[in-house]
């Protein structure tokens, strides 16, 4: 509300004391239109409360010689059902005390994954919805997407007269900057701009590269190390150039993500060199898969620090470290052509210092996603959770299903979080029957570890499966062996479990409608 009008503080001054004590100040006639001659004053009163609180409840700001709105547009279709609605009711106006067991995030996803049900089924969001359903957008920008699929015309419209939910609005808008605009380069937000270098690097990449150099000292490091992920995404000859010279720059990361981007091009002056210290660094005798592999850390010269072998990244001993950045730095895929022996070989190889590798290979494994080495390395026993996350579904389902694996609790928790969303069928099978063998075992931690796992399976596990998951939640949720509080956080999942997939109930009666009438 502008200075020039009543504020609502003002009308409940003037309910506080009643019309006859204090009158009631002039009111905008946008918003509150003048009645009957005979309207009392208590009344006037009333209507411009309501009004008032329409206008607060939409958070709307209140001025004297607007124009009013445009009708709001058809929203036709068909509401869920009613107890569909009741739980994404539910769902919308949670309180941070009333969330699911894995919190606000996972509360978030519950909604998103409704909302993702009511686009598949064709409903209608029903209209008592929008608001709280744009109020809680506002909070968290990863159900933004989500929501835009189900406004439907008439939330649209009412996003659009608020500043504070535009932007939900907008994500199913044409963006500002056509795609050829270098408008969107020189005026746009960190996200436009990033938009409009992605696609110019896909039609006209030295223009791209141009620009980019143009305001490259202008960047901040934080800018430069995203935009540099852009240039390198699809790197080209013309690049080295430049690319070299950002590995002079004063930041470390900054240098370190070109220096990437140097290894992506075919040919280029820093890989010639690392493939020529990588074909020193090997020795091999013999052949095949039972050849011997012997390992030489590389010479500590002049350009050993600009290939970036210098910094202390993986060892504090000089030579181990250039060693490991070495092997970091090589694509495993070039092992056989530079040395004759595979990357995998290399986790066997020997050194006449004892140089450990390890911490060499997984990072190459991780950088260049590599499974067949991700692989080597979890037969060698590392169980680090990116390298875990590198394997195919089969050897993942393998290790879980081993409980001569041994894998530590806290590792699986961090493999989970990385797993896509539902978890796929034959993952989520074994990792229930890890989480029984964990409860039979009852290692040192397993509790926290085990509660955190059953949060995220409550919102994470396939919809076919929810319903058994949820049998085997109360299952844990009653055994003797379980502690109270691990009780109660079962008895929690098995409940948003079964809520889900009473929902997805109703939303495969609706697909199952659907695909009958088009049959017919």
Do not use: K
Request: charged content about 20%; some cysteine.
């Amino acid at each position: 509300m502008t200075s020039a009008g009543p504020t609502f503080a003002d009308l409940v001054a003037v309910a506080a004391v009643g019309t006859a004590q204090r009158p009631l100040p002039p009111l905008p006639e946008h918003l509150v239109p003048p009645g009957p001659a005979d309207q009392s004053a208590a009344t006037r009163l009333l209507d411009a409360a309501a009004a008032f609180a329409v206008v607060r409840r939409a958070r709307l700001p209140v001025e004297h010689g607007l124009t009013g709105a445009a009708t709001a547009p058809d929203d036709s279709g068909d509401p869920p059902p009613p107890r569909f609605v009741a739980a994404l009711a539910r769902a919308l106006h949670l309180s941070p005390v009333e969330s699911p067991p894995g919190g606000a995030a996972q509360a978030d996803a519950l909604l998103a994954e409704s909302l993702t049900w009511v686009a598949q089924a064709g409903w209608r969001l029903p209209h008592r919805l929008v608001v709280p359903l744009l109020q809680r957008c506002s909070g968290s920008p990863s159900l933004t997407a989500a929501a835009e699929s189900v406004l439907g015309p008439r939330g649209r419209w009412l996003a659009e007269l608020n500043p504070a939910w535009a932007a939900i609005a907008a994500e199913g808008s044409p963006p500002r900057f056509a795609r050829s605009d270098e408008t969107a380069w020189t005026h746009g937000t960190s996200v436009e701009r990033r938009a409009f270098l992605t696609e110019l690097r896909r039609t006209d990449p030295d223009r791209a590269r141009e620009l980019l150099a143009a305001t490259w000292s202008q960047e901040e490091p934080s800018e430069r190390i995203v935009l540099l992920g852009v240039l390198t995404a699809r790197t080209t000859p013309g690049d080295e150039d430049f690319l070299t010279a950002a590995t002079r720059d004063r930041s470390p990361r900054v240098a370190e993500a070109a220096r990437w981007g140097l290894l992506s091009i075919e040919g280029s002056a820093l890989l010639e060199r690392l493939r020529l210290r990588a074909r020193r660094a090997v020795t091999v005798w013999g052949s095949g898969p039972g050849a011997s592999v012997w390992l030489t850390a590389p010479d500590d010269d002049g350009s050993a620090v600009a290939d970036g072998l210098g910094a202390a990244t993986f060892s504090a001993t000089p030579g181990e470290n250039r060693l490991n950045a070495l092997v970091a730095a090589i694509p495993p895929r070039e092992w056989p052509g530079l040395a004759g022996v595979t990357a995998s070989q290399l986790v066997a190889a020997g050194s006449a210092q004892s140089f450990g590798l390890s911490g060499g290979l997984t990072a190459a494994a991780v950088r260049w996603r590599d499974a067949e080495l991700a692989a080597a390395l979890v037969r060698a026993g590392d169980r680090t959770p990116a390298l875990l996350a590198l394997l195919d579904p089969e050897a993942l389902v393998r290790l879980l299903d081993d409980p001569a694996a041994a894998l530590p609790p806290t590792v699986v928790r961090q493999v989970v979080d990385g797993w896509p969303r539902p978890w796929p069928p034959a993952l989520a099978r074994s990792l229930g029957g890890w989480i029984q063998r964990q409860v039979s075992a009852r290692e040192p931690g397993w509790a926290t570890v085990q509660g955190g796992i059953w949060d995220l399976a409550a919102s994470a596990a396939p919809i076919a499966v929810a319903r058994g998951w949820a049998g085997r939640f109360r299952e844990l949720g009653d055994d003797p062996r379980v502690p109270g509080p691990l009780q109660r956080r079962a008895h929690a999942a098995a409940g948003v479990l079964l809520v889900r997939a009473g929902m997805y109930d109703d939303v495969r009666a609706a697909l199952e409608s659907s695909r009958t009438a088009g049959e017919e």
